[in-house]
């Protein structure tokens, strides 16, 4: 007979079910449906408690993630940190096309996705907690430098994200007010735009809200705008 493996059952709303369930010494969390301000909450909740209940860490499935944004991110990279100070890991195993266009857009799926063995996580944390700073070139001898470079990495590129997560809720905000988007679909003009005129999706969100403070938005930034909500406006 074959033994019972205990799933929890999914956290359901109107736009996102959680499914959590053991993994080995491992706990696989499958995510489906949409990761933004109103769910934020919901989604760190289930991932804090899987990374508690595990020895290893968290195996994430996000491949049914049809929409995440910022905020859905900065959950993602706090968990992972969380999980790091525990000798643990936060490891991305599936994304959907839209999640793999936010990692890439931010720099990020290095860091979530295919993370080192635990054993290699677990060496760095607790260097960090048994060694003083004068071992340190001693701790750069037994090749512990590069993980912490990885560490400091993580710690910036997570700041950065917490930095531009407003004014990109904002730029989504004026596209939802000036031509009566959704979020989601606010979000994917965002993404269209900053990959079609190769502008860095924070660097676009400031051009949009200095737009409405009366600063010009440029004439090619403009076009690829009317394109694309034109295009999710009127689908083929």
Known sequence: MSPVVAVDPPSV????KIVTRPGGTRTVVVVSGEIDIDTEQAVRRALRLALARSH?????????????????????????????????????RAVSAGVERLF???????LLRHAPEPAAIDGVVNAWHEHSPTTHDLMEENGVSDEAEELRVELEQLKRAMLTRPVIDLARGV????????????????????????TKLHQLAEELVDSVNGTPLPEHLQQRISTAVAEISHPA
């Open 13 to 16: 709303s109107a736009s996102l």
């Open 56 to 92: 290893g860490g968290v195996d994430l499935d996000l491949a049914g993630v049809g929409f995440c944004d910022c905020a859905g991110l900065n959950v993602l990279l706090s968990v992972r940190r969380l999980a790091l100070t525990d000798g643990k890991t936060l490891d991305v």
């Open 104 to 110: 890439a857009l931010t720099d990020t799926s290095t």
């Open 175 to 198: 596209l939802m007010a000036s031509f009566a988007l959704s979020p989601e679909d606010a979000w994917s003009v965002l993404v269209d735009v900053s990959q079609h005129t190769n």
